[in-house]
């Protein structure tokens, strides 16, 4: 048994759940793992693992869980936890996320994606977190520029001082465009990490997961997190139907947010494309390379948006299109580069 297995054992006993059966669950792309307990009543928990001495810490996921919850929104409840050593239990949501539940039954997808459309309107009209970091212009840059320091850095081009240039630039436009960071973002908001709770009413209907990661930031960008999705195509219509309600409900300008929407497109998928690579090339993780045509897809889209003429000639000479070749390199590279 390892140091870690007993941490754990140890933590379920103290808190109540020594005697659960545990089962695997799905992992994601950190160094969070999970396991559903199964209680003798029937009644199941989720039990998170992120170790610390991995970088992994709980207070963050803690903190957000709590103001969604108190905001009305159905973030899992937290029913025990240990900080120090890094273990969460936490209400059991269930296993149907809308992209599941949008491959069983693909009448339901307008209906879903309303709901979660709804959540992030009455998400947006409550206040901030005390202390939650800004996504600002000079961090929305440099998380952009992932895409040279690890994709192009994959295509065997040198890729520091260009990293660097183009963050200068990129910085100005974010700077000028979408400026505000007056909502908190949960920057992972998407049909993998929502769940369909359909006894539940109104906003609580959608199940929040992974949001540990949230800032302070524009409020386009969950919008762009789910409906441009890396991991499945969200119907154009759709898109489009989805983003006008928002407008609608919200009482924003529809032409001013479309060109915040793309902008804030253009500089989240430029940071997947690289933090894919990076999966890969750092972490072994060379599934990740699988969803990078789609996102650059999303990328060549947003890029023929008149809000990106200052910067896409600098983007189109130097992220090359990901050609089969350079998807073969990039898995090639899997687990081969310990750091920057």
């Given at each position: 048994m390892t140091d870690r297995e007993t941490a754990i054992q140890g933590f379920l006993?103290?808190?109540?759940?020594?005697?659960?059966?545990?089962?695997?669950?799905?992992?994601?792309?950190?160094?969070?793992?999970?396991?559903?307990?199964?209680?003798?009543?029937?009644?199941?928990?989720?039990?998170?693992?992120?170790?610390?001495?991995?970088?992994?810490?709980?207070?963050?996921?803690?903190?957000?869980?709590?103001?969604?919850?108190?905001?009305?929104?159905?973030?899992?409840?937290?029913?025990?936890?240990?900080?120090?050593?890094?273990?969460?239990?936490?209400?059991?949501?269930?296993?149907?996320?809308?992209?599941?539940?949008?491959?069983?039954?693909?009448?339901?997808?307008?209906?879903l994606y309303a709901a979660a459309i709804d959540v992030l309107v009455d998400l947006h009209q409550a206040p901030l977190p005390e202390h939650l970091a800004p996504y600002s212009p000079k961090v929305m840059a440099e998380m952009a520029a992932h895409a040279w320091r690890w994709y192009r850095r994959g295509c065997g081009l040198d890729f520091e001082d260009q990293a660097r240039a183009f963050e200068e630039i990129f910085e100005a436009i974010l700077a000028e465009t979408v400026p505000e960071t007056d909502v908190l973002i949960q920057r992972d908001y998407h049909a993998e990490n929502l769940l369909w709770l359909p006894e539940r009413a109104g906003i609580a209907q959608v199940g929040l997961l992974d949001f540990q990661d949230a800032m302070a930031g524009h409020r386009a960008y969950d919008l762009v997190s789910l409906l441009q999705d890396a991991r499945r195509d969200v119907p154009p219509a759709l898109e489009t139907n989805m983003i006008a309600r928002y407008c609608a409900e919200a009482n924003i300008e529809p032409a001013a947010f479309d060109r915040a929407y793309h902008l804030l497109g253009l500089q989240r998928n430029l940071r997947i494309l690289g933090v894919f690579a990076r999966l890969s090339m750092h972490f072994g993780k060379a599934h990740y390379v699988d969803f990078i045509p789609r996102v650059w897809g999303f990328i060549e889209r947003d890029l023929a948006h008149p809000v990106a003429d200052p910067i896409r000639d600098t983007i189109t000479s130097e992220i090359p299109a990901p050609t089969p070749e350079i998807l073969k390199n990039l898995r090639d590279q899997c687990g081969t580069v310990p750091t920057l």
């Open positions: 006993q103290a808190s109540g759940f020594g005697n659960a059966q545990r089962k695997n669950l799905a992992g994601d792309a950190s160094n969070r793992r999970y396991e559903r307990l199964h209680l003798e009543d029937g009644t199941t928990h989720v039990l998170m693992d992120a170790p610390p001495e991995k970088g992994e810490d709980i207070r963050p996921f803690v903190t957000i869980a709590r103001h969604l919850r108190h905001t009305g929104l159905s973030a899992p409840e937290i029913i025990a936890e240990d900080a120090q050593q890094g273990f969460l239990i936490l209400e059991d949501l269930g296993d149907d996320l809308f992209a599941r539940v949008v491959a069983a039954a693909p009448n339901k997808e307008e209906t």
